[in-house]
C-alpha cells in the first residue's frame, strides 16, 4: 500500500498553506457545427487541491462529460486555463498530453475498456506498457497488488467476460492506478452498476483519498452527494455550490 506525499508549502507564523493542484481558469468549449454554435462550458472557474475528493453533478447533457475531457487533455479549451500541478495543460499538443496523462492521471469511464482476450492481470500491466514503465517481472507484482487492494486478486487470470460488471470496473480502477498517478478522473464509474455495487467502488475512492490521491468525479446521481469532499453542480456551461436537484 502506497500513501502518496501532498503540495504543500511553508505559510505564515509556521502554518501550512496548500496551493491549488488543479486550476481551471475562465475554461470555455464551444462545439461548431453546421447547424451553429453550441456553448458547452461558458466560463468554468475551479480550484481544487491535493487531497480532495471532487463531484461534479449535473444531469445528463450537463457538460461533465466534456470537463472531464478538457481536464483529461483529451479535447482542447476554446478558451481559458487548465494548470495541473504546475503544467499548463491547455498548451500540450497531442503527443504531450499523452504523456503528461500517462505519468498523472489514472481515467475511468463507465465503460470498462477491457481488453476481452487479455487476463485482468494482463489489462492492469497493459497500462504500464502504453506508459513506458512495463517492467516483466516488476509490473506483474504491481498489478497482482493492485488487483488484490480491489479484491479481484483471486481473479487475477480470469478474462473480463469470466466475472461481472461490478467486477470490470474494479479492474478498470486497479488500471487507472497502474503508474500510481496522482490524479484519477472518473467519469460515471457507477453509472452502469446497481446501489450495492456502486456502494462498494465509492468505499475504494474514500480509501484512495485518505492515502492522497485527488480524485474529480462526475455523475448525473447526486446519491453520494454528501461523502464527497466537496460537490459541484454544473448547469448550462457554469458550476455552482448549490444543489440543481433534490439531494438526501
Excluded: C
Amino acid at each position: 500500500m502506497y500513501t502518496r506525499k501532498s503540495n504543500s508549502t511553508p505559510g505564515a507564523n509556521g502554518g501550512i498553506i496548500q496551493e491549488p493542484f488543479i486550476q481551471l481558469l475562465g475554461v470555455k468549449k464551444i462545439y461548431r457545427n453546421a447547424s451553429g454554435d453550441f456553448p458547452a462550458l461558458r466560463g468554468i472557474d475551479l480550484e481544487i487541491h491535493p487531497g480532495e475528493f471532487v463531484g461534479i453533478l449535473g444531469k445528463s447533457g450537463a457538460g461533465k462529460t466534456t470537463l472531464a475531457n478538457l481536464i483529461t487533455a483529451v479535447d482542447h479549451v476554446t478558451d481559458g486555463k487548465i494548470r495541473i500541478g504546475g503544467v499548463d495543460v491547455h498548451l500540450l499538443n497531442e503527443n504531450q498530453a499523452a504523456a503528461w496523462r500517462g505519468r498523472n492521471l489514472g481515467v475511468i469511464y463507465q465503460a470498462f475498456h477491457l481488453i476481452s482476450s487479455l487476463s485482468l492481470v494482463e489489462n492492469v500491466m497493459l497500462a504500464m506498457d502504453f506508459s513506458g514503465t512495463y517492467r516483466p517481472i516488476r509490473s506483474k507484482e504491481t498489478a497482482l497488488e493492485l488487483l488484490r487492494e480491489v479484491e479481484l486478486e483471486e481473479h487475477a487470470f480470469k478474462l473480463p467476460g469470466d466475472i461481472s460488471g461490478g467486477q470490470q470496473q474494479r479492474v478498470a480502477i486497479a488500471r487507472a492506478l497502474a503508474n500510481d498517478p496522482p490524479i484519477l478522473v472518473a467519469d460515471e464509474p457507477t453509472g452502469r452498476l446497481d446501489s450495492a455495487t456502486a456502494e462498494i467502488i465509492f468505499r475504494i475512492f474514500e480509501n484512495l483519498v485518505q492515502r492522497g490521491h485527488t480524485i474529480i468525479m462526475v455523475s448525473h446521481d447526486p446519491g453520494f452527494y454528501s461523502r464527497y469532499t466537496r460537490a459541484l453542480w454544473l448547469q448550462d456551461g457554469l458550476l455552482t455550490s448549490t444543489p440543481q436537484f433534490e439531494v438526501d
